[in-house]
Structures are given as C-alpha cells and as structure tokens.
C-alpha cells in the first residue's frame, strides 16, 4: 500500500498527516483519498504535481505507484 | 509631407531611397531597403542594437535620420563579412559562445569591429568602456570581452 | 544512466548550428518579417493607475484615411459566449483578454485600451490621438501594505482571498493566502542560541531583454491565420490565442521566429490576438511592435515583495528553526509567484522547524510575468541574508555554516518530497576551494556570499530526426532556442547517432509541424527537449540496425551500431550510416524517429555565488571587482554555452541587487520606462564573472542533465546584498543598493 503524505495545506481538509492507500496507478489513488476525505475535491487534486519517491511529476495520471512509494501532491511550477 | 530622395552609399554599394522627413536611418535600412541584420531594441541611443558606422564613425541609427545619409558612406553588420567568409569578430564570437539570444550581436560586432579599427591593442577596461553603449541581457558580458580581446590579438597577427 | 560515463561530442565546445546567421544579421526576429500588403498596428495606453473607462470613442480615428481598423476589447466577441465562461480556466483567459484590451477599467499606467492600424507605423502611432477616452479616476494601490489594508481601493471587487479555513465576506487585493509548515518552528526557535530576524524589500524589476514585443499577423477566415512572433513558447501561444479569440487551434498557425532575449517575459501574449482582430478587420496583414517604453510600462515585470525572514541557530551551528513571511505584488491581476517564493526560501538547508506564509497580492501596476526562477531570487535573498548574519554573529565561515546545514539527498523539503541526489554540497566546496574565496578581500572593500536552489522542469516535448539519403540529418524541435539550445540538440543526437554534430540541422517547427511542445522555460529545453532529442534518435539508431540486418540476413540484435557504423556480428559486412540511408528506399522507405514526451525527474540546481564590492563612500556608487558563479550542471551538455547561463543568470541579479527598479510618481505613473534611467548593467560595470560547472549528475536524465538557466539568478540578490554590507558596516534590507540607498544607509546608520 502506497503511503500518501499530506502537506500542510492539504493537512486542513483530511485532518491527518499520511494515509495509505491501495492503488497502482495515481488516478486511482486519488479516486481513493477523495472518497476517504469529503472535503478533498477529485478535480483539484488532478490539478496538481505530484512526488512520487521524490520524482516530480506535473502530469501523473497513469503513472504507476509501487506498494513502497510515497506519494507528496504539490503545486505545479512552471519557470521562467 | 512629401518625401525626400536620398542618395548615399550602403556597405560600398551605391543606394538610393525616398523617406519621410522623420523617418530615422534605422527606419529605412529596416522598412525600406530590408536591411534587418540592424536591429531596434529602443529607438532613443540607449541600447546600441541599431549601431551601423557613418562615414566610418560609430553611430547609433536610430539617432539619424535618413535625410542625414545624403553623400554619405553607411556600413551595416550585412557589409562585416566579405565574400571570403567571416570577419575575424565574426569567428571569435562563435568560438568563444559571445552570443546567447543574438538580439545584440551584430550591433556589438559593428562596435567592436569599429573599435579595433580605431585602437588594435585595447586594455580589457578600454574595450569595456568602448562597448558601454552595447546592452546585452544574455551574457553578461565576459565571452563578448573574452571574444573582441582574442579578436584583437588574431587582427594584430600575435595569436 | 552511470556517473562515468564517456562521450564522444557531449561536452566539447561545438559552433552553434544558428550561430553564422546570428553573427551576419541574417537570422530573423520578431520584428524582422515583412509580409505583402502589410500594415502597422500600434496601441493606445491608459496614462492613469486606476480608473473606469465611462467611454471608448473611437469613431475619428476610423475616419481618418491612413486608419484601416480598430480594435478594442468588444472585439474579443467569443469571450462572451457560455462555452468559455464559468469555469476557472476560462477566468484565466479573461484575465488574460482584458490585459491585451482593458474591459471596463485600466489597472495600471501602461494598460492597453484600444489599437489602430494604418498604413505606416508614424500613421498608427499619430491616429491614436484620435481616439477619444473618458475615465473616471480610482485611487492608485502601488505597493502590498497600501493593498492589504482594510480599507484599500479594490482593483477586483470579485476577487476574494482563497487559502482562508472560511470564505472571506469582504472582496479582497490578496488573491491568495499559503502556508507551508513543517516540524514545530515555536520549539526550534526554543532551542536555538542565537536568533536573527529581519525584513526585507525588494523592487518591480524587468526581465530587460534587448528585443521589444513583436509580431507580424494575418488573418484568413478560411482557416490559415498566421502569427509571427518572438516567443519562448509558440503552442502556448497559439493556445492563449485561440481561445481569447474563440479559434480552433487547427486554424492558427504560429511561427516562432528567432527571439532576441526572454527570461520568463516572453512566455505570456499581449499584442497577438490585438493584430489578429486588426487584421480581421482590415483584410491586411498586420505588424506590431513595441516601443521601448511600452515593453517598460505594459511587460513582464517580475513582483516587488516585502519579506520576512527569522532563523535560529545553536552556537555550533545547528540550524533549528526557520520563518518566513512574503507578501509578492502580482501587478494587476492575481498570479505572483508568491507559491515557489513559499516553496524556495529555506531549501538549501536541512532544518526539520519551517513554517513560510506567503500572500498573493494585486497593486496597480503591469501584470507580473515569468522572470528566471520566478518567485525564488526575492525569497532566498531574504533567506540568505539572515543566514549569512548569523554566521558573522557566529563567527563562523559562512560556507561553513551552510555546510553543516546543506540539503543533500534525504533531505525533507517543506513542499512535500525528500531530495534526491543534488549538488548543493559540492558547490560550496567548490566556493570554499575557488581561487576566488581563497584570496584576501581587498583593503575597504565587502564580500557576500549566497545559496541559491530551484526545482527545474519538465515537460512536454515533441521532437522528429529526419535522415536523409546522404547520411545527414534535421532534428525538428518544438522549443524556441533562446541561448544555443540547438547547439546541445546537435551534440545528443549526434552522441546517439554517432556522427559529426554539424550533418545534423536542428530547427525550430511551427504549431503545425510537430505536436505540442510546452515553451522554453523552467530551464526544461536542455533537460526535456533533449531527452526527445535522444529518444528519437535512438529510434533512428534502432531502425538503422533493422534496415541493416535485412540486407545481411540476419536479426537486428545481430547488428551492432557504433561510430556511425553498422556491423554484422555474425559475419564481416558492415554499412556507414549514409549507406543505410542512401539504401533506405529499397529497405523501407525513408529513416526517421520521433518521440512526443511528457519528460519527468527534472533535477534541482543548487548554485553557490561570491562577491565583492567596492563602495565609494560619497556618491554610494557600488562596484562588483571580482564575482564567482559556482553551479551543479549534472552534465554540461555545451560547457560554454553552460558558462553563459551562470554568467547571464549572475549578471541580471547583480542589476537587480544594485540599480534596477521601477520609479512611480505618487500617481502610479511609471516614471523610467527606458535604459538610461532604468539602468541594466554595462560592460563598463562589470568585471569578467568566473565560473566553476560542478556536475552532480541527475539521474533521471541520460546523459544526466539538469537544467541551469535559472538558477543563477537567486544567489546575487543576497552576495551582493551582503558585499555591500560588509563594506559599509550597515545591515542592507532594502534593494536595489542603488547609491542614493547606500549614501542614506552610509550616513544615517
């Protein structure tokens, strides 16, 4: 089960610091949390980048998540 | 207004061209007689992108007007290199990566090539003063001096 | 990808492919197309801050016999309709629309209310008189105290503050509100011997580069419009475009010409859909150029901020606890880059305690754009400054304090992941060895010091490599190349295809020649681009192999490929690779490769810069005698046009540290929109910019590149900063160290 690590912000919505979550591909996972966590819109979350073991991903949707990962949603850059 | 007919030299060749009484040289090397390579990066002297020589001395275009060129001899980044190739600045702005967007390389290459011209052995201060009126925004600066400072020693036959 | 890996072209100093057009005034910018039957389109601008527009009338300018048409905000007719409205997108694109044309107010001096096109550009430029507006004027909001107070004049009155637990009741100039926080900060700064907190400021600032805004339109309503422009990014252009005009994209082509000059500036549209409705109008092609002036007041520029920055230290130089607060303008619509400031500030240091708020704030001035590690430069450099305090109050070596506090991989970040590997550590030992650091400061001057970290990104990129009959090449990219990005294009296809880079031509396709491909920006084009470059050469190797092997009678895997040569390993044949592409008709049928990626895994560039200043004690006048600009590369695919980008990146943030600045009057009326008083730096002011390229190379990447275009922009805000501290014994808070600030601190103390 991948574990998901909330950030601060995101902290406010699911009142929890991490959840686990079994899923192999990232859409799922968010299909996952936005069920567990009423207050996390799915829509929002696919707006994000995400982390997975520290790669940043700014378009995750298929990406494959091993049952080790850890999995950070963060604000997408872009750069100048 | 009526126009005024201009007869001058471009680059060693024999030019005429009518322009308005407040059209700048820079304007009608660009929008009249297509001569691009001159370049317009603020229009008042203060960024040395439309540098040409005038009569053989560095002037910024945008500062002339066409009318002034009458009789005159204009050069223009287009007359650097002859029909051998590269000018040796040319060469020592490649090698030496002198340019990143190029917005202000054939500006800078009229200036320095007038700059060796009027002093072959110049001190690295000298050549940063010369080219004070050339603002580049990519590189500050260090490969343009590195590339006019080789420059000068290749065109004073001691490289 | 291994951490000795050997190259064949990688990391030679190759001639840039572009390189002899751009020496002899061949190559073409924005400005430089000329198209048959071609107008002059130019723009009028609002002379107010703040103010209503009660009436456009613009009925003599259409009157007038040099005038072909008109353009004003009602124009953009589509953006009307329900399909675009209502969703957070299709607010961006508004946004986006009323900064081409102000709707029903003007934002800032400078904001674009109506354009002409005439005959000639003098015609344009004289008709705009004619255009008759009334207003009725706003108080002007110039800076984020005045914007964040209660009482401010609101520039949107249906903007509220997002990030709040509750909806605000009350319309706001704070767009938006972020905290990121980790540990306990309260309990690090408990633990902490020595604490340092200070604010700071920083000014609106312009990316500067030399060529103004420009480009050169037609419009066909059978679906062939055109648009000629200097972009870093010509699909996202044709994207904003499109959609501000309610266009298909498969009836907009947009060419990128040659750009003379970005930084982040050129990422955004202004005058495109403008020409577009000009030549609509018009049935004439249309061009548009900026004024030198109009690039100033209607342009990039990248946020003032104030910030705030309290850090805890024990005396052995354990980093316990660090704070930050930031307030960035975002000009007159939301969309600073408050966000990367919030995730930038403290990330060269391993400190468990981190807590940054950070707000998104609207004033009256131009829209902010990208501008190199956007966000970063202003929150680092309050970061650093502390840092570097602590450390004199410490008595510590200020590498060395960074050394005992660097982020290395493992290290959490307070925007989500640990890094991975980065270079952070090799750069300050590299600072602490440089010949630079090692040499006594001169008598009476000051020397800084400065960190500097950015994300890098990735990105989509589509590339083609189209082989010729005789064994050359076209690498057909989608990213416009500001800086000699074909240069390294060449030299990884060629590390692939094993041949000589110059047989391989890279160019620049337009929108209709290649999918989509994200801008140049982020310092992505080297990493991501070249990642599809290498790819689709790979796929020109492997068919290459199979044309062979079919000749031969063997299996592909029997071939091997290598220094541009195919063999047989069961047998003795072998084929050049102009030899498989002059038989690639009877094998096949033409060679080519192509990858469209989505690359990931962009690496981090950490960076390390040193400074020292001199200070002339009457005039306050400051001069950089020596400065030394260290940064991790991963791999420099082209070392010299790498040096370049640490040189460039160093010198726009030495301006920014000691001159440039935006001057308002106290009407909000910009009152330096040229180079003589908005002053980048000249040759005649600077000293050569050594460099010293560390490569910790980013595993993600092939040949292990990470991007370095930006980052070399955050460590001078805080060297110089610091330099001119040192030398003048005061604490320097406010930027740019210009010499009516350093004689005020020099005399007041």
């Known amino acids: 089960m991948a574990i998901v690590i909330f950030s601060s912000e995101l902290q406010k919505l699911t009142g929890e610091e991490q959840t686990r979550v079994d899923a192999e591909v990232f859409k799922d996972i968010v299909t996952e949390i936005s069920n567990q966590y009423s207050a996390l819109e799915h829509d929002e979350l696919m707006k994000m980048a995400v982390a997975i073991d520290g790669e940043i991903i700014h378009t995750p949707f298929l990406e494959k998540v091993a049952a080790t990962s850890e999995v950070h949603f963060l604000y997408r850059i872009s750069g100048g | ?159 | 990808m291994s951490e000795a890996q050997e190259f064949k072209y990688i990391g030679q100093r190759t001639i840039r492919p572009d390189g002899f057009d751009k020496v002899t005034g061949r190559a073409t910018y924005g400005a430089d197309l000329t198209l048959p039957g071609m107008i002059w389109g130019k723009t009028l601008r609002s002379p107010h801050a703040h103010a209503k527009i009660l009436s456009i009338d613009t009925s003599k300018a259409e009157a007038h016999p040099d005038v072909m048409s008109v353009a004003t905000f009602k124009d953009f007719v589509s953006l009307q309709s329900e399909s675009v409205a209502g969703t957070e997108d299709a607010a961006g694109v508004l946004d986006v629309a009323r900064n081409c044309l102000a709707d029903d107010k003007v934002l800032y001096h400078g904001h674009a209310i109506a354009a002409i096109a005439a005959r000639t550009e003098s015609a344009a430029k004289d008709a705009l008189a004619l255009i008759d507006v009334k207003y009725e004027l706003l108080p002007a909001v110039m800076d984020v105290e005045d914007a964040m107070k209660e009482d401010s004049s609101v520039l949107h009155d249906d903007m509220f503050t997002a990030g709040y637990d509750e909806k605000p009741s009350k319309a706001s100039n704070i767009a938006t509100r972020v905290e990121m926080k980790m540990g306990d900060v309260e309990a690090g700064f408990a633990e902490a011997d020595v604490i340092v907190e200070r604010e700071f400021r920083t000014p609106t600032a312009h990316q500067g580069y030399i060529e103004p805004h420009a480009c050169t339109v037609t419009y066909d309503e059978n679906g062939q419009s055109m648009v000629w422009c200097c972009t870093q990014g010509h699909f996202d252009v044709r994207t904003l475009t499109a959609k501000v005009l309610g266009m298909e994209l498969g009836k907009l082509k947009v060419i990128a010409s040659e750009i003379g000059g970005g930084f982040g500036g050129k990422t955004v549209i202004y005058q495109e859909p403008v020409a577009l409705v000009l030549s609509k109008k018009s049935g004439r092609p249309v061009k548009m150029v900026m004024d030198r002036d109009e690039v100033f007041i209607a342009t990039g520029p990248t946020s003032a901020a104030k910030l705030k920055a309290k850090v805890g230290v024990k005396k052995d130089g354990t980093i316990t606890a660090m704070q930050g607060w930031m307030a960035y303008e975002a000009g007159a619509f939301k969309g600073s880059p408050m966000v990367p400031g919030v995730m930038t500030m403290f990330t060269p240091y391993d400190c468990p305690n981190v807590l940054v708020e950070g707000f998104d704030v609207v004033v009256n001035k131009s829209k902010v754009a990208a501008y190199r590690a956007p966000g970063a430069p202003q929150a680092e450099y309050a970061a650093e400054m502390v840092v570097n305090e602590l450390a004199e109050l410490l008595g510590m070596d200020p590498i060395d304090l960074r050394l005992k506090n660097a982020a290395k991989e493992g290290t959490q970040t307070i925007y989500g992941p640990k890094l991975k590997r980065v270079g952070l550590v090799e750069c300050l030992e590299a600072a602490k060895n440089s010949p630079h650091y090692l040499s006594p400061l001169p008598e009476g001057q000051g020397r800084g010091l400065a960190s500097g970290f950015w994300f890098n990104i990735g990105g989509q990129s589509s590339v083609s490599v189209n082989m010729n009959p005789d064994g050359t090449g076209t690498i057909v990219e989608g990213s416009p190349d500001i800086g000699g990005s074909r240069a390294s294009m060449q030299m990884m296809a060629a590390e692939v295809l094993q041949i000589e880079p110059k047989n391989l031509k890279p160019i620049i396709a337009d929108t209709e020649n290649l999918p989509y491909s994200q801008g140049t920006g982020g310092s992505r084009t080297t990493f991501a681009t070249g990642m599809a470059v290498i790819e689709a050469s790979e796929k020109v190797v492997a068919q290459v192999k199979e044309r062979a092997a079919a000749v031969w009678n063997v299996t592909a895997e029997q071939v091997e490929y290598a220094d541009g040569v195919a063999r047989n390993t069961a047998g003795e044949d072998s084929m050049t690779l102009a030899e498989v592409c002059k038989n690639a008709e009877k094998t096949g049928g033409q060679i080519s490769g192509n990858a469209n990626i989505n690359a990931r895994g962009a690496g981090p560039s950490f960076a390390v810069h040193i400074c020292d200043v001199a200070v002339d004690k009457e005039t306050g006048k400051v001069d950089v005698t020596r400065y030394t600009a260290i940064q991790d590369a991963g791999k420099a695919i082209h070392p010299g046009y790498v040096e370049g980008q640490l040189q460039g990146g160093a010198v726009q943030g030495i301006g920014w540290a000691l001159n440039e600045e935006y001057v308002f009057n106290a009407d909000g009326v910009m009152e330096n929109p040229g180079f003589l008083d908005y002053r980048i730096p000249l040759a005649s002011d600077l000293p050569m910019i050594e460099t010293i390229t560390v490569e910790v190379p980013n595993a993600f990447h092939p040949y292990g590149v990470r991007g370095v275009g930006e980052t070399g922009i955050i460590p001078p805000l805080g060297a110089v900063g610091y330099a001119v501290g040192n030398a003048i014994d005061r604490k320097v808070e406010e930027l740019p160290c210009s010499p009516p600030r350093v004689l005020a601190l020099i005399q007041n103390g």
């Open chain 2, 1 to 159: 207004m009526a126009k005024s007919h201009v007869t001058t030299s471009i680059n060693g060749q024999p030019q005429e061209f009518l322009c308005e009484p407040g059209d700048t040289l820079l304007d009608v090397l660009r929008n009249d007689l297509n001569l691009t390579g001159t370049k317009e990066g603020c229009g008042s002297g203060d960024c040395g992108a439309c540098s040409v020589t005038l009569n053989g001395r560095l002037v910024c275009s945008c500062l002339v007007l066409g009318v002034e060129v009458e009789g005159a001899e204009v050069g223009t980044i287009e007359g650097v290199s002859t029909g051998d190739g590269l000018h040796v600045i040319q060469e020592k702005f490649l090698e030496h990566a002198a340019l990143q967007c190029g917005i202000c390389t054939p500006g800078l290459i009229v200036s320095a090539k007038a700059l060796l011209e009027e002093n072959p052995n110049p001190t690295e201060e000298e050549a940063r003063y010369y080219l004070a009126g050339n603002l580049c925004r990519c590189t500050g600066y260090d490969k343009i001096i590195k590339a006019v400072m080789d420059s000068a020693e290749t065109l004073r036959g001691v490289a």
